[in-house]
């Protein structure tokens, strides 16, 4: 099993910076896609970004060029650097843990964190 637990979130002036960071605890990371997601006030869960287990890094159209996805295998750790923040980033981010499923051949995140609340103010 996979503990993931999501911290670095907060309160930020548009076109600030936050990081976040996902901690993992009971495996470690080497042998899953690590992925961030956003979840804003009544809307759905979004995909945001994914950094695959060779380092392949998948990002949405929005957040291009302002976010970037980084691992640390050797601390079992992943972050999300957060640049040119906006107001539309507001929401809760989750980190998840996920491999390829060898029946469809597409992700599967199985663990995810509790989130971490990054508001962006105007």
């Known amino acids: 099993q996979v503990q993931l637990v999501e911290s670095g979130g907060g309160l930020v002036q548009a076109g600030g910076s936050l990081r976040l960071t996902c901690a993992a605890s009971?495996?470690?990371?080497?042998?899953?896609?690590m992925g961030w997601f956003r979840q804003a006030p009544g809307e759905e869960r979004e995909f945001v970004t994914t950094?695959?287990?060779?380092?392949?890094?998948i990002y949405v159209d929005s957040v291009k060029g302002r976010f970037t996805i980084s691992r640390d295998n050797a601390k079992n750790t992943v972050y999300l650097q957060m640049n040119s923040l906006k107001p539309g980033d507001t929401a809760i981010y989750y980190c998840?843990?996920?491999?390829?499923?060898?029946?469809?051949?597409?992700?599967?995140?199985?663990?995810w964190g509790q989130g971490t609340q990054v508001t962006v103010s105007s």
């Open positions: 950094i695959t287990t060779s380092g392949r890094r």
């Open positions: 998840a843990a996920g491999q390829i499923s060898a029946m469809s051949g597409e992700y599967e995140y199985d663990y």
């Open positions: 009971g495996r470690t990371l080497s042998s899953y896609a």
